[in-house]
């Protein structure tokens, strides 16, 4: 009763440090269910099992700490990449940096914008997906972020988009909390590029619900990293119709407390879902990757790949779950991660997990974690590389399997060579 008392007490802090936000009808109906939801649950503390590894309390409690900003002359990733740049500041929408909004096969809209609209399609995705990844895991931040976020991108992709769309993330000041909450809706055969990247506050919480219909394709490469003092928790919701395709990869480099989440429902038969990421972590850098797969439909693919390479106390962790449903026949399911410790003062957490009701299935996981490779060492340092290049290159050899799932080798490039100038800048 203790235990609960306290949860309590933390989780109306916290609501208490909030403003509510008003809406149309179905917004307001929505924010208010999800309110109803975290008082329900409670912010997540480490007695929670999906929390033992994590630290919740600087995402729960009601100020953000301070994060310092990194100011750099180095240019920004993906900035040599030709794409639709939609910029938020603290987790305010910068029109002025921002591209004028409009691409040919889809609409862009903001979540500002529409909540006050009685119709609008919005209204069958806004919280419907984040309500759906609450079981049988909890996910209070996520419906946190649901009840408060108050901007955000509304995107209804109708076609095949010949750029992809980038969110820009700008850091401005050390105290900022921001919440925003995108909405993408892929219709049938349309297919969508979706860049993220920057610092985003002092403490951001995101989330972005994905429905993807029968045919079509949704891509996502994500880049975290710059302003180290940051944290942030991060969701992603997506449900895939019939032959429909998801993919999303994740750099993150720096950042002292880091959480990913995704959440993925294969609803459509023939479906593919990939989800990767490659982390690089130096001292006071924490980094959560948690993911659960549903398979509800028959011969559907998933995959998880996920690398990590800590030195100087860094600290990894993985949760990964597939959920393989009765009625889900001829699954393929793939799970792999793994981690590369640089130092004996580093560790890797790893909870993989399989729950499997079909018959017909191909499923397999897989967690690993070690040193470098002291042969493959000895063998590039006889041939005369000096031992922090030889080091670098096995480095990214072991994260190459992760950036190969990138699809687009323009992009792919761009996240290798970012890698790469990670590692001669925190070398030796």
Request: charged content about 25%; aromatic content about 6%; overall charge negative.
């Amino acid at each position: 009763m203790a235990v609960a008392q306290t949860k309590q007490s933390a989780t109306e802090a916290r609501l208490a440090s909030l403003v509510a936000h008003e809406g149309g009808g179905w917004i307001s109906s929505g924010r208010q269910a999800a309110l109803e939801r975290v008082r329900m649950m409670g912010l997540p503390d480490r007695r929670d099992e999906y929390w033992k590894y994590t630290r919740p309390d600087t995402l729960v409690q009601a100020e953000a700490p301070k994060a310092a900003l990194f100011e750099t002359t180095d240019p920004r990733v993906f900035d040599g990449i030709d794409r639709l740049k939609i910029v938020f500041t603290d987790g305010v929408f910068d029109a002025d940096a921002s591209d004028d909004l409009s691409l040919e096969g889809l609409n862009i809209e903001r979540l500002a914008d529409i909540a006050g609209k009685d119709i609008h399609w919005a209204k069958d995705l806004y919280g419907v997906l984040e309500t759906n990844g609450q079981t049988p895991v909890e996910r209070p931040l996520a419906a946190l972020n649901t009840a408060f976020a108050t901007d955000g991108v509304v995107i209804h992709v109708t076609g095949q988009v010949s750029k992809p769309v980038s969110l820009i993330y700008n850091h401005r000041s050390e105290v900022s909390d921001a919440m925003l909450h995108h909405l993408v809706k892929v219709d049938a055969g349309a297919k969508v590029t979706i860049l993220e990247n920057g610092p985003a506050a002092a403490r951001f919480n995101k989330v972005m619900e994905v429905e993807i219909a029968d045919g079509a394709e949704f891509h996502h490469v994500r880049a975290q990293g710059r302003d180290h003092e940051r944290r942030a928790i991060t969701h992603i919701f997506t449900r895939l119709g019939v032959e429909s395709v998801f993919k999303s990869f994740t750099l993150t480099a720096n950042g002292m407390m880091t959480r990913n989440e995704c959440v993925i429902e294969l609803t459509g038969d023939d479906a593919v879902a990939h989800v990767a990421g490659a982390a690089v972590g130096d001292g006071d850098f924490h980094h959560d990757d948690t993911v659960f797969i549903t398979h509800d439909a028959v011969n559907c693919e998933s995959r998880q790949v996920f690398k990590k390479v800590l030195r100087n106390g860094a600290t990894g962790v993985f949760q990964g779950k597939i959920l393989v449903k009765p009625d889900a026949q001829k699954t393929d399911g793939y799970q792999i991660s793994q981690s590369l410790l640089l130092d004996e003062d580093s560790q890797f957490l790893a909870k993989p997990e399989l729950e499997i009701y079909a018959d017909d299935v191909a499923c397999s996981h897989g967690s690993t974690s070690g040193a470098i490779d002291e042969e493959a060492l000895f063998y590039l340092r006889a041939r005369g590389v000096p031992k922090n290049i030889a080091t670098d290159l096995l480095t990214l050899a072991f994260l190459a399997e992760a950036v190969l799932e990138i699809e687009d080798e323009a992009l792919a490039e761009e996240i290798s060579s970012r890698l790469e100038g990670w590692l001669v800048r925190h070398n030796g």
